[in-house]
């Protein structure tokens, strides 16, 4: 039998459970669903996104702004922890608001996740309680971010002790300290700039040491890397899923405002269900 090489870069259209488990064992680079919510949902939402009054800036990287706080803005400070329990599911809530009473693109995904994965699909519990999920992102043009990669295991390892979040387990790569064997990060473009803001991919674990280096700095200083080895740019409504472990970062944009939803996705194997958080 001969063996079929991984064809590169490794794109699929296919939101299945074939694809979410591959790319999160790294046998494709993304998911790729052109036109996944409607252009005229996606104005509005970008519109009311931009000028929501709780729109502010990230904690750790304040290029971005953002409505609804991330697990990434707890940064191991255990009141922001409790900030952010406290506030999840109403901002969750307030986000779904802003699409009266249309399904906005994260909830529409988290159907589908609970539709197509063997286990099915619900919130991340943090420390016990339900996570927020669904940011919304506004990136201003000519903004830039810093490669990084996203990890929850290492920001639950930034607090105090506590709860184990789950039991670990998982078949495909050994389990975190959260019983996690994969992470990927959504996102839903609701606006792109006129050039740039493309997702770099650098397809590759972070080494031990930039991995500490992110979880201390937000990133790591592009001159220290190689070139990302995949960059794509989404067209507005798009949806991407990418591995989130894996180093990554968005090109500046130019010209005009970048507006995402997003959220991540944990895998724990497809015996247990995949989670959701922001
Ligand atoms: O906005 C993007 O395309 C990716 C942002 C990012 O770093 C993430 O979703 O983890
Ligand atoms: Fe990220």
Partial sequence: MTSMAK??????????????????AQKIDLIHVPGFCPQDF???LADAVAAHQALEAYRTQSALKRLGMGFVDVDGDPQALGRYQAQALAATRAVRALAQSRLTPIDHLRLILDEVWPA????????????????????E????????????????AALPAGAP????????TPPDSCGMTGQLAVNIYLDMPEQGGEIELW?????????????ADDGLSRETLEPPKL??????GDL????????HNVAPGVGGRRVSASCFIGCRGTARPLTVWS
Avoid: K, S, W
């Fill in 120 to 139: 099915g699909a619900m919130i991340e519990r943090i420390r016990g309680a339900p996570a927020f999920v669904g940011a919304y992102r506004v990136i």
């Fill in 42 to 44: 996606c104005a509005d």
């Fill in 7 to 24: 064809t590169f870069p490794a794109i699929t259209q296919d939101l299945d459970a074939r694809g979410l488990y591959d790319l999160a």
């Fill in 165 to 172: 979040d789950v039991a670990p387990e998982g078949p495909e």
């Fill in 203 to 215: 397809l590759r674990h972070p080494t031990p040491e930039e991995d500490a280096r992110i979880g």
């Fill in 231 to 236: 960059v794509f740019r989404p067209a507005i």
């Fill in 240 to 247: 991407l899923i990418f591995n989130a472990r894996l180093i």
């Fill in 141 to 156: 043009p000519g903004a830039a971010m810093l490669p990084h990669n996203d990890r929850l295991a290492r920001m639950l």
